[in-house]
C-alpha cells in the first residue's frame, strides 16, 4: 500500500510541474520553440496562377461593360493593356454607338501554361474559351443574330506579362480567332 501511495504522489508532484509550467529546474527561461518552416511558393507557380486570373479578369470585364451597353469602356484597362485592350475598346465602341448591350457569360477551362519566364514575368497561355453563352442585344432587348466568323468554344492563346506600373499582370497578346476546338 505504501508503495501504491508514493507512485500516486510521484504523479500528482510531477503534474502539478507540468501544470504550473515549471520545467524542474531553477531556470526561469521558457523552452525554446522549434519554428514550423514556411513552405516555399514555387515562383512558376505563382507566375502562372497570376497570368490565369489576369485572363479571367479580362473575359469578365467585358461581359460586365457588355452588361451595361459598353457606357464605361475603362474596365476593360484592369486587365489587358496595349492592342488588346484597344481591340476590346473598339468592339465596344461599336456595340455602343448602335445602342446594343451583350448578356451571359464567359466560361473559360482547361487552363495550361506553355512557356513561363519567372525572369522576364511573362506566361504565355492555352485557355478553352466558351462564348456560346454570350448574347448580342439591340437597345429593344431583342437578339442580334450573328454569324460566327471565330469558333464560338475553341483553344486561345494568350500572352500575359507582369505590369510593373500597375503591380500586376496584365494580358498583353491575345488570339481571338482560336483555332483548337475543345
Known sequence: MRTSTRIFAGITVAAALVLSGCNGGDSTEKPTETPTPTPTADPAQEAQDEAFEAIKG?????????????KDLG???????????????????????????????????????????????????????????RKLHNSDGSEVKLKPQIPLKAVKTYTVEFDQVKDKWMVVKYDSAGDEPC
Open 75 to 133: 474596365p476593360l484597362d484592369d486587365y489587358a493593356k496595349g492592342d488588346v485592350a484597344d481591340a476590346e475598346k473598339e468592339f465596344g465602341t461599336q456595340y455602343k454607338e448602335k445602342g446594343q448591350f451583350g448578356t451571359g457569360e464567359t466560361v473559360l477551362s482547361d487552363y495550361k501554361a506553355s512557356d513561363v519566364d519567372v525572369t522576364e514575368k511573362s506566361v504565355d497561355a492555352k485557355v478553352c474559351v466558351d462564348t456560346t453563352q
Open 58 to 70: 479580362m473575359h469578365k470585364s467585358f461581359d460586365d461593360v457588355a452588361k451595361d451597353g459598353w
